[in-house]
């Protein structure tokens, strides 16, 4: 195993913000340096995506209430456009490769901060199963699962194995298989 490469960097702080820095990294049992390059890294991969895509904070009661009045064919189109248009910009910016591994760490560390959803993954025997959990209902759902075959789509070519229900979008993987990239099954 490799190990990896790192450089030291010298920062000044505030008193308050190193003050908790190291109770954050303290309740979290990491070191400080791990605490920091990890802020790093979100402040430069998904916050970057953030601010280059734009977007429109919404109370939950408001957004259910768009989410009310839409057709859901046209949600579904819709989704599937936007992800088509959006999704190779999004992988390009932090360099992603177009890989099923990619698509997942873009599912977790991105669309799951937008706070699109709540990401379970559930390993079984022959699979593995992404559970995306929200609260908005059977048409955030359709949105979801058009965005996501979308990405696939665009991005693979292939079509993945999306189910889904009012409050839960279910994305089916291949197990992995030791130094092999995840497939759709």
Not at 22 to 44: D, I
Not at 47 to 69: H, P, V
Not at 77 to 87: G, L, Q, R
Not at 127 to 152: P, Q, R
Request: glycine fraction near 4%.
């Amino acid at each position: 195993m490799s190990k990896r490469k790192t450089v030291i960097k010298s920062f000044s702080l505030d008193m308050s913000v190193a003050e908790s820095l190291s109770k954050n990294a303290r309740q979290l049992e990491v070191t400080e340096s791990e605490y920091v390059s990890n802020a790093l890294k979100h402040k430069l991969t998904v916050e970057a995506l953030t601010q280059n895509i734009g977007g429109i904070a919404l109370s939950n009661d408001i957004f259910q209430g768009i989410l009310g009045q839409v057709n859901a064919s046209g949600m579904e189109i819709a989704a599937y456009e936007i992800a088509k248009k959006n999704t190779p910009f999004e992988f390009e910016l932090p360099g992603l490769d177009l890989t099923v591994s990619s698509i997942e760490w873009f599912i977790n560390e991105v669309l799951q901060n937008y706070g699109w959803f709540r990401v379970e993954v559930v390993r079984k025997e022959n699979d593995e199963e992404m559970k995306l959990f929200h609260k908005y209902g059977s048409k955030w759902s359709l949105f979801l699962a058009s965005y996501i075959t979308s990405m696939f789509e665009t991005l693979l070519r292939q079509r993945p194995n999306v189910s889904m229900d009012e409050r839960i979008v279910k994305l089916t993987l291949a197990k992995h298989r030791m130094g092999s990239e995840p497939t759709l099954t």
